[in-house]
């Protein structure tokens, strides 16, 4: 279990100086009570007009009386034959009144001022002091509100979670798929346990590493691991806890942390999402050189990684998805001594890492880890743990003894193209075209190279948006693409509108998702992958994600000429990927209705009923020569042979303009 932080601790055990604070405000709640509460707690003498006393006075009423400035007190003299207490009586003098006393000696009064009080020196030291104390201490606790209580006065500690002698909870045992990495961090392992082997050779252990890989890839459970493994404390902390509103802060935190990881040497600190913290200096465009919190904070993480030896038993590891941003002080030898890629996992990691995973999941005996590993291509460790647990979910959903192998190709189905909604009724129109689009997909692909295996087809809605899927796996993890393939998966993607235009003649929006892949893909081999005979190879975009997806790269700066060039470029691509599938199904045309017409009768096809009809698509004669070269054969016109293909009158629409 992690050990209590300071912070912790304090929350469980008095603090003197909260021990005091807390005296200070008894005292002077006291005082106040005993100065403004106390004395009116009493009763009330009943109020008669300065005028009413006066004549009471000059009536002979009135037996004695106390006079100050602001108020008199007096007592009437007893009626003869009254009994009980005496009456008393208060009044306020609407001014000093010179002749009150003479009148009062004239009437036989007794009158006295009251008595001096006994506070002295010290009442009148209270009286300086305890009004800006009191307004002090409200302000004070009103910070301490507004900042989370005690923890605001202690700002510039460390919110590092400590594990002490790395009680984790995580060994190696539970970090599979990334053996490269593991077999790199190992030494740092060794080297916390058996110091002496390195240093009485003159070796010295890397100060620094760093961890960079894509999301979910295990960059912080490998850490934790190594603290395991290593038996050592184990700080743990994220990038953006150094930084707050205050200047100042992030550096005094960073300060703190070193501090405490030299006072328990040999440890580990681990650094989680470091691009939050580290980012370069000179990515602040005009304000470079400017003296903001971040760059604070990042300056002092630099001194302080400068400022130990590196065997004194402190190993700094940070992870990040990100390493592009960092700064290069920062990444460097002597700083950062190791650069560790942890990346996707393989078919046989995605094994490994399912076996972890299943260890606490109740399998039946037709669950095939092997197979699942195959068609989970891209998968990291998140997502495989995602996916076991899902498909316990479903299995305990239908009250099953075990988890089958049915519950885990649903769950992938669900992960990859979401939650299945038969709610979400058809009418017949929308049924038959995303019949006849997917199955365009299909047929489509089942002839283009390194496409991978259509497993399924299913009209059934899925997702947001998914009226119907095609879902592809490939038989084998691959890590290139060539340029045959790459044509390939464009005409792939554009298959499922050139079915809906050769059967009816016009198009849906269903299309858009697959225009927009096909064009980004497109566009990518012209400026990025160099694929394009007249631009050559020549790298018209920036790469600036190197892990994350979804962030389009910017383009450099080109002249209207080039742009021109690669808006053209990228146009003939998809134009011959367009005819190249219409020219599929036309040749196909006969088993694509079919085929359709049997997924519109079943809803889903697959196994034996998808292969079967897979298995009869012909090739068109140009398919091998456009594959190859990215061009049609000579003679042929691009648009006219794409518009001599549909032809209106086979499904009895009639032509315009």
Known sequence: MPVETETQRSRKQPNPKDVGGSLLIFLVT????????????????????????????????????????????????????????????????????????????????????????????????????????????????????????PAALTVGKSKARIYSEGDTGVTFADVAGIDEAKA?????????????????????????????????????????????????????????????????????????????????????????????????????????????????????????????????????????NRPEVLDPALRRPGRFDRQIAVDRPDKIGRKAILEVHARRVKLAADVDLDKIAARTPGFVGADLANLVNEAALLAARQNRDAVTMADFNEAIERVVAGLEKRSRVLNDLEKKTVAYHEVGHALVGALMPGAGKVEKISIVPRGVGALGYTLQLPEEDRFLMVESELRGRIATLLGGRSAEELIFGEVSTGASDDIQKATDLAERAVTLYGMSDKLGPVAFEKIQQQFLEGYPNPRRSVSPKVAEEIDHEVKEIVDGAHHVALSVLQTNRELLEETAQTLLQTEILEGEALRSPLEQVKPPAELQHWLRTGQLPEGQDLLQNTLKLVDPKSVGLATTG
């Open 30 to 149: 006291l005082f106040l009570l005993n100065l403004l509460i106390f004395p009116n707690l009493g009763p009330r003498l009943p109020e008669v007009p300065y005028s009413e006393f006066v004549e009471q006075v000059e009536a002979g009423q009135v037996e004695r009386a106390i006079v100050t400035p602001n108020r008199i007190e007096y007592q009437l003299k007893p009626k003869p034959g009254e009994a009980g207490s005496p009456r008393v009586f208060a009044t306020t003098p609407v001014a000093i009144d010179l002749d009150l006393p003479k009148i009062l000696r004239e009437h036989n009064v007794e009158f006295a001022a009251p008595p001096p009080s006994n506070t002295g020196w010290i009442g009148t030291l209270l009286s300086w002091f305890l009004p800006p104390l009191i307004f002090f201490g409200i302000w004070a606790w009103l910070f301490t509100r507004a900042q989370g209580g």
């Open 184 to 320: 790199e961090l190992q030494e740092i392992v060794d080297f916390l346990k058996h110091a002496d082997r390195y240093t009485r050779l003159g070796a010295k252990i890397p100060k620094g590493v760093l961890l960079v890989g894509p999301p979910g890839t295990g960059k912080t459970l490998l850490a934790k691991a190594i603290a395991g493994e290593a038996g050592v404390p184990f700080f743990s902390i994220s990038g953006s806890e150094f930084i707050e509103l205050f200047v100042g802060v992030g550096a005094a935190r960073v300060r703190d942390l070193f501090e405490q990881a030299k006072q328990q040497a040999p440890c580990i600190v681990f650094i989680d999402e470091l691009d939050a913290l580290g980012k370069s200096r000179a990515a602040g465009g005009p304000f470079v050189g400017g003296n903001d919190e971040r760059e604070q904070t990042l300056n002092q993480l630099l001194t302080e990684m400068d400022g130990f030896d590196a065997n004194t038993g402190v190993i700094i590891l940070a992870a990040t």
